[in-house]
């Protein structure tokens, strides 16, 4: 995994920066009722997209949380005084607190099944009745857009992906949640080019293949096989799923 600290300040420019930022916003809003009073957006890194859903609806009490210092700094100063640094499995606030819950890039990140488990399980429990948490799902495959770039890589190994639908549908519903719709959106400027896919190949990026092993090179000789080394292939589409807290049954 990256060391976020470390990434921060290069962040957002590697990954689409404000455009990007743009669509996401703009999905989860979507999926969010207009009249809700109080948002957490968990794992919010540098803020760009938390800073968005704050502007869109001026009402609205954002806040954000993340783990890692260098970027609850950056998120901080995109929103002053309302952000904290958390851990996403055990966040520090009262049950029921708010209105809904977001979490974007994140649960593709954690360690495995059980992780996932317990952040979907947190979010639910700061929801209050009748609210909505929105997360990205099926991460890793959003960026597999049927390119000639995809062709060649369509045989390295993969880690399992414990953010897929059904999954997180599931802990969703162990803790009281229903599905409520889902949106995409671009990603806007993250389209692999064969030259930058190489890039990619060589820092590691590729979780399962070091760079030093062999069937890296054999897939660095492809790509730089491919034709327009320099040209973007299409952005990535990425997936959300919303879910809303059951209220609780009235009692006769």
Known sequence: MLDYDKEADAYD??????????????????????????????????????????????????????????????????????VIRADTRRLPFPDASFDAVTSVWLLHLVDGAEDVRAIVAECARVLRPGGVYVTTVDKAAAHDVGSDIDAVLASRPRR???DRP????????????????????RGHGQGRSPRSTVADLRRGWFTRIAPD?????????????????????????????????IPAARTP
């Not at 090179?217 to 807290?245: C, G």
């Open 13 to 82: 420019a590697s990954r689409g920066g404000e455009p990007r930022a743009a669509a996401a916003a703009d999905a989860v809003l979507g999926l969010v009722p207009d009249d809700i009073q109080a948002l957490l957006d968990v794992a919010c890194g540098t803020g760009i997209v938390t800073r968005r859903l704050a502007a869109a609806r001026p009402t609205l009490r954002v806040t954000g949380a993340d783990a890692a210092q260098g970027m609850a700094r950056m998120a901080a100063a995109r929103l002053p005084g309302a």
């Open 160 to 162: 399992p992906a414990q």
């Open 166 to 185: 059904e999954d997180v549908e599931a802990y969703a519903v162990e803790h009281g949640l229903t599905p409520a719709g889902g949106a995409r959106f």
């Open 213 to 245: 092993d062999p069937l890296a090179e054999r897939f660095v000789t492809l790509l730089e096989a491919l034709p327009d080394q320099e040209v973007p292939r299409p952005d990535p589409r990425f997936a959300l799923r919303a879910f809303r807290k």
